[in-house]
């Protein structure tokens, strides 16, 4: 599974983006898939998280109420929408596929990455 992330950039305090993920066959519409976040100096960490149907997503508690995942499995697509930003947003993101239906918040348990998109936050 080869995963394609994009649309981050550069946004103000209080704006939003949206994140697509999209993957290379459909292996990955049998999976869970997560986005995880890493900035500078810091440890790669959990953002949020979407079974293989879509019907159960779960999301770290920086960022809930404030971010979206949702997932089309016909297009082998994941986004992230991503409202009321924060400069301690700015990060690296990167999607992932799990290796199960259903995926935890563990980096370990995700096989596959994407690139990565840079977003930044400006305050």
């Known amino acids: 599974v080869q995963l394609q992330a994009s649309g981050g950039g550069l946004v103000q305090a209080g704006g939003s983006l949206r994140l697509s993920c999209s993957a290379s066959?459909?292996?990955?519409?049998?999976?869970?898939v997560a986005w995880f976040r890493q900035a500078p100096g810091e440890e790669r960490e959990f953002v949020a998280g979407?079974?293989?149907?879509?019907?159960?997503?779960n999301y770290a508690d920086s960022v809930k109420g404030r971010f979206t995942i949702s997932r089309d499995n016909a297009r082998n697509t994941v986004s992230l929408q991503m409202d009321a930003l924060k400069p301690e947003d700015t990060a690296v993101y990167y999607c992932?596929?799990?290796?199960?239906?259903?995926?935890?918040?563990?980096?370990?348990?995700?096989?596959?990455w994407g690139q990565g998109t840079l977003v930044t936050v400006s305050s």
């Open positions: 992932a596929v799990g290796r199960y239906p259903y995926g935890d918040r563990s980096p370990s348990s995700y096989p596959y």
């Open positions: 066959r459909r292996t990955s519409s049998n999976n869970a």
């Open positions: 979407i079974s293989w149907r879509g019907e159960s997503a």
